[in-house]
């Protein structure tokens, strides 16, 4: 079955120290990654993603992730966060078997930033 | 360009009631994706269609749900007889035109908060 774990509901991190965002997922055949914000009431913002190529992918606002294939994760990363970045993070994989057409997603971190 | 629009933003039914979800593609794309995100979890995949065709519909509830991508106007998600647990944010994406298994990406409207009294 296809599913994607963020072991972490909620991540409480001071501003200005380093943040990792856990994910993995479930795969027997080749996906594509991708990490989405979604701040309150508000719909969901692509951040970064992974279709191929290096590993490592950057995002927009300064967070980056890496594609771990034999251990199926894509951990994100941010090495200095600020207020602004409170909010909640969803990884979501697609599968090459239904096209890659449609987003598993995960239960999503809440990303607690305080002063 | 306008980003993915769904209307209205928040809708409030009595149980029994039909809800209508709308949705307006971004300008150019002609591909629909629908996902409903319930209260402390992530968005679940409901229906992906394209102009006046359901591509894949495995998510959807077998009964009360049904959606549509008319040739002309924006997609509309409609659920007969709500219940409480329909209550939920429900999420359109639209995606430009592209081949069968390459990427497209998904732009997300803001969502449609349903409450069911």
């Known amino acids: 079955a296809q599913s994607v774990t963020q072991l972490d509901s909620q991540v409480p991190v001071f501003e200005e120290a380093p943040v990792e965002l856990r994910c993995n997922y479930s795969?027997?055949?080749?996906?594509?990654l991708f990490w989405y914000v979604q701040y309150p009431n508000q719909g969901l913002q692509l951040l970064l993603k992974?279709?191929?190529?290096?590993?490592l992918v950057k995002g927009i606002n300064g967070f980056e992730a890496e594609f771990n294939k034999s251990q199926t994760s894509f951990h994100l990363r941010k090495p200095s966060v600020h207020i602004s970045d409170t909010a909640e993070y969803f990884c979501?994989?697609?599968?090459?078997?239904?096209?890659?057409?449609?987003?598993?997603f995960g239960t999503g971190t809440r990303l607690l930033v305080s002063p | 360009n306008a980003g993915v629009m769904q209307n209205p933003r928040h809708l409030v039914r009595r149980r029994g009631q039909e809800a209508r979800l709308r949705c307006s593609p971004m300008?150019?794309?002609?591909?629909v994706y629908w996902y409903r995100q319930l209260p402390e979890e992530g968005l679940k995949f409901m229906v992906y269609?394209?102009?006046?065709?359901?591509?894949?519909e495995s998510g959807m509830p077998k009964e009360r749900f049904s959606a549509e991508f008319p040739k002309e106007g924006p997609s509309i998600l409609r659920i007969q007889q709500v219940v409480r647990g329909d209550s939920a944010a429900y999420f359109c994406?639209?995606?430009?035109?592209?081949?069968?298994?390459?990427?497209?990406?998904?732009?997300f409207g803001p969502g449609t908060r349903l409450t069911v009294l």
């Open positions: 994406a639209s995606s430009p035109p592209g081949g069968i298994s390459s990427y497209n990406e998904q732009f």
């Open positions: 795969s027997s055949v080749s996906v594509y």
């Open positions: 992974y279709l191929s190529g290096s590993t």
């Open positions: 979501a994989v697609s599968y090459m078997n239904t096209g890659f057409q449609k987003l598993v």
């Open positions: 300008k150019g794309h002609s591909h």
């Open positions: 269609l394209q102009k006046e065709n359901i591509i894949d």
